[in-house]
């Protein structure tokens, strides 16, 4: 901390976790803000799980309740799993913002609020009939009231700073108040600043004032009477970076690609919310990486199957909306048996949908989104840090096999952030195959479909190497030879070959793992975003004696070979998704296993409390 705020005399209450988050207009910098708290609590040693919303209107009327941005982040020193139900302290830049927000707060809970914005016109926008700060509408929470705009305005002038970009900085101001209130090391703060505005020192000096002004402001208002610590949490020791989950994904293929001793190729057009990856990728083309920015996204997945073609480890990104207009070339790639990871960040739909709000909608899409008999392997990433090990785990099928895999993740996964534990260099798997390097055949010839014993893949020939020349394209192939045939019964052979091939992965997968009581009346299964939610409710109710289970499945094609038995254990089976009930459909079909379903569709993430009520309501119904 610096000389001039180093001294807090408000008493400090020491609490082992809290959840913050911060509201304003999607021009307000409240992601940023956020961010900048999570980084700090990061480096100051705590467990923190977050969760951005971001507006789905691209330019929503300023002040509306369309154009609320919010950022959640939970903080504790113990091993978290969720952003949190529910804040304990919300902050409110706006009448919009607050309205949006204030059902979440918990009762009793603290509230900060940049009372300037309050004004006749702001709270009308906001739907308001009168002010909420002065109708004792908010007489249930601990209201902090903050001249936010104008305590900006006195610590920014003199820095060159002018017109509406003095109040630009009022989201440092609102942070600073947080770092003063929850303890947070300012020099995280302040060294960003300095990095991120350095060819801009006016508004480098207007951010770091108005920061050092929230944090002042703390200490001498006498609104706040009470200050909090969250403790570091004791992790497994190694070295740590917080992640999203989309710069964990980029960075698992970096390494995947690493690993596979291949180059890396990664063509995608920009679609919200996977961008990000085209992004970070980008920015490490030291590490042999090639991004492509196609015109569209036929043209994104056609050039990454010739990079496949061409012997790199090829990767194509995008949302739901892209992978409809890919699914004729993936089926490409399924006729041609040749590598390819195809990346599905998941949002809400159908078509253009919500942009920005989560779901897991496309699961069945995944399946069986393609013309004719193509199946391909499916998986799916669990949390931001479960991306980076879930790419090298996809990029090791679709290599092994010879087959297309398609990764799936979701919003709230590629915007969500964690602690993540660097691995070791050595602790990452051989991935590599070797290229076909001279004819396979007793007569001297190159047999591009002669498969392997154990994988059943065909072999990897390179464009170039003498001698393996062979035919290629989306026309049945003749089993062996791969010459185009029409032949019924070849074709017969063909289709099933390729469906035994993706369902003999199911023996070179992991086994599920069980968290909880083996003779338990109720197992929770989930796939993706829902393990925090789900482990955390399991935890629940077994704190209190009750006997559950839960398993998360990250290979979703073929399932893991000891599912069933798994499923036969268990009495009742729940099975929480957000989406109409998927998973469960497939499980059903699959095993013949009823199982009890919890769906919803809203944009959100399930709650803890929602897990929870369910898992007591079935384990009352078993009684």
């Known amino acids: 901390m610096s000389d001039e705020t180093a001294t807090i005399e408000s008493p400090t209450r020491e609490i082992d976790k809290v959840v913050i988050r911060l509201a304003g207009d999607s021009g307000d910098g409240m992601q940023l803000a956020g961010a900048r708290f999570t980084d700090a609590s990061a480096l100051f040693g705590n467990d923190l799980a977050t969760l951005p919303n971001f507006p789905a209107e691209i330019r929503a009327p300023a002040g509306t309740l369309p154009g609320v941005s919010s950022f959640q982040v939970q903080i504790a020193d113990f091993d978290i799993l969720t952003a949190g139900d529910e804040p304990d302290c919300l902050v409110a830049m706006n009448p919009a913002a607050l309205r949006a927000n204030i059902g979440d707060l918990r009762p009793g809970g603290t509230l900060i609020v940049n009372e300037d914005a309050f ?26 009231r903050v001249p936010m705009e104008r305590l900006t305005k006195e610590a920014v002038k003199d820095t060159g700073v002018s017109g509406r970009d003095v109040l630009r900085s009022k ?41 050092r002004a929230g944090f002042t402001y703390g200490q001498a208002t006498e609104a706040i009477k009470v200050t909090y610590v969250v403790p570091p949490a004791t992790l497994p020791p190694g070295t740590y970076t917080n992640v999203t989950g989309n710069t964990a994904l980029a960075w698992g293929l970096i390494a995947a690609a690493q690993c596979a001793k291949l180059p890396l190729f990664y063509g995608s057009y920009p679609i919200t919310p996977a961008s990000d990856i085209l992004h970070e990728l980008s920015r490490h083309k030291n590490f042999g990486v090639r991004t492509f920015q196609a015109e569209d996204e036929i043209a994104a997945v056609g050039a990454a199957i010739g990079a496949a073609f061409g012997g790199s480890l090829a990767v194509t990104g995008t949302s739901g909306p892209g992978l409809a207009l890919k699914s004729e070339a993936i089926s490409l790639a399924v006729m041609t048996e040749l590598p390819l990871v195809v990346v599905d960040v998941q949002r809400a739909g159908p078509s253009t949908g919500m942009p920005t709000k989560t779901e897991q909608a496309d699961l069945l899409f ?45 919003n709230y996964i590629a915007n969500g952030s964690e602690p993540w534990r660097l691995p070791k260099v050595e602790e990452l798997p051989d991935i590599s195959v070797p290229f076909a390097s001279k004819p396979n055949s007793p007569d001297g010839r190159f047999l591009p479909y002669l498969r392997d014993l154990h994988t059943f893949a065909r072999p990897w020939a390179v464009p170039g190497t003498p001698g393996l020349e062979h035919r290629i394209g989306g026309l049945e192939k003749e089993a062996v030879t791969g010459n185009v045939s029409y032949d019924p019964a070849n074709h017969q052979l063909m289709v ?53 289970a839960t398993a998360h499945l990250r290979h979703l094609n073929p399932f893991p070979a000891n599912l069933e038995d798994l499923l036969e254990r268990y009495p009742r089976v729940l099975i929480p998704e957000l989406n109409t009930g998927q998973l469960r459909w497939l499980i059903q079909a699959e095993f013949l296993k009823r199982c009890d379903g919890l769906n919803k569709v809203t944009g959100q993430p399930f709650r803890v409390a929602e897990v929870e009520e369910k898992i007591r309501e079935i384990l009352k119904e078993a009684r």
């Open 119 to 144: 004004d006749e016109r702001n709270l009308a926008k906001a739907g308001y009939d009168s002010n909420p700060l002065e109708d004792g509408s908010l007489q249930g929470y601990r209201v902090i």
């Open 366 to 410: 995944a399946m069986f989104g393609r013309h004719g008999e193509a199946p391909l392997p499916v998986l799916a990433v669990a949390s931001p840090s479960d991306a980076f090990g879930m790419a090298i785990e996809a990029a090791r099928i679709a290599l092994r096999y010879m087959t297309p895999v398609l990764l799936l993740s979701d």
């Open 171 to 211: 989201n440092f101001f609102a942070l600073g108040l947080l770092a003063w209130l929850f303890h947070r090391p300012e020099a995280p703060v302040i060294e960003w600043v300095e990095k991120r505005f350095a060819d801009k020192p006016e508004i480098k000096e207007a951010n770091i004032r108005a920061f």
């Open 496 to 548: 099933d070959t390729r469906a035994w091939k993706i369902r003999n992965i199911a023996n070179d997968i992991p086994p599920v793992e069980v968290e909880g009581d083996e003779d338990a009346e109720l197992l929770v299964l989930g796939w993706g975003s829902t393990l925090g939610s789900i482990r955390a409710a399991v935890r629940r109710v077994r704190s209190d004696g009750e006997k559950v």
